[in-house]
């Protein structure tokens, strides 16, 4: 079954550090870009930061950008979130997800469940 | 940044009706729009991407049209498993963006 596993949510004060993971299984994890999106409380989808299946290329949303790092470990088939100087408004749901026929400019076809980050004082 | 605006926010409706949902951006994205469902406490699920294409395993009833700028979603016949949020999404360019979203809700 092909399965999305996002890990490392929780609760942290701002201008503190997270790391996301996301664990991939039943595809062949090294042949697709893929991406994180997030969604605030009471909010809409938002796109966060993309990865190409190598990990030579990044894309930034400009309200992380400088702030939020993504990589992947191949070997691992696992995905990373790196979140510094959290701020209040990174507070959402944070999904992992697979970009359709594994482009770097793309749709998502393969969802995780998300994992909660919260940012409060 | 292209931004896409939904409409309507919200439309209550009763199963077995049809509906078709609105996606409009504000540049051309070609047909590089695709479609999500999305219910609270689970993932969200591609529907329709470049525009009319359904993604594997979705029913017929889905369907997606458009080009350019204006772009639809119909389900011609509204199933209790259909009550939803939906999203449009466009892959034209950077940075990708997101509706802001129509909610279908049980009348």
């Known amino acids: 079954e092909v399965q999305l596993l996002e890990s490392g949510g929780g609760s942290v004060h701002p201008g503190g550090s997270l790391r996301l993971s996301c664990a991939a299984s039943?595809?062949?994890?090294?042949?697709?870009?893929m991406t994180w999106v997030r969604q605030a409380p009471g909010k809409g989808l938002e796109w966060v930061s993309s990865?190409?299946?190598?990990?030579?290329?990044?894309d930034f949303a400009d309200s992380v950008k400088g702030r939020f790092s993504i990589s992947r470990d191949n070997s691992l088939n696992t995905l990373y979130l790196y979140m510094n100087t959290l701020r209040a408004e990174d507070t959402a749901i944070y999904y992992c997800?697979?970009?359709?026929?594994?482009?770097?400019?793309?749709?998502?076809?393969?969802w995780g469940q998300g994992t909660m980050v919260t940012v409060s004082s | 940044e292209t931004v896409l605006t939904q409409s309507p926010a919200t439309l209550s409706l009763s199963p077995g009706e049809g509906v078709t949902l609105s996606c409009r951006a504000s540049?051309?994205?070609?047909?590089?729009l695709a479609w999500y469902q999305h219910k609270p406490g689970q993932a969200p699920r591609l529907l329709i991407y470049?525009?009319?294409n359904r993604a594997t395993g979705i029913p017929a009833r889905f369907s997606g049209s458009g080009s350019g700028t204006d772009f639809t979603l119909t389900i011609s016949s509204l199933q209790p498993e259909d009550f939803a949020v939906y999203y449009c999404?466009?892959?034209?360019?950077?940075?990708?963006?997101f509706g802001g979203g129509t909610k279908v809700e049980i009348k």
């Open positions: 997800a697979r970009n359709y026929a594994g482009n770097r400019q793309a749709c998502f076809d393969i």
């Open positions: 039943g595809f062949s994890f090294s042949s697709y870009a």
């Open positions: 990865l190409t299946s190598s990990g030579d290329y990044t």
């Open positions: 540049q051309s994205v070609g047909r590089y």
């Open positions: 470049e525009s009319y």
């Open positions: 999404q466009q892959r034209n360019s950077w940075p990708l963006t």
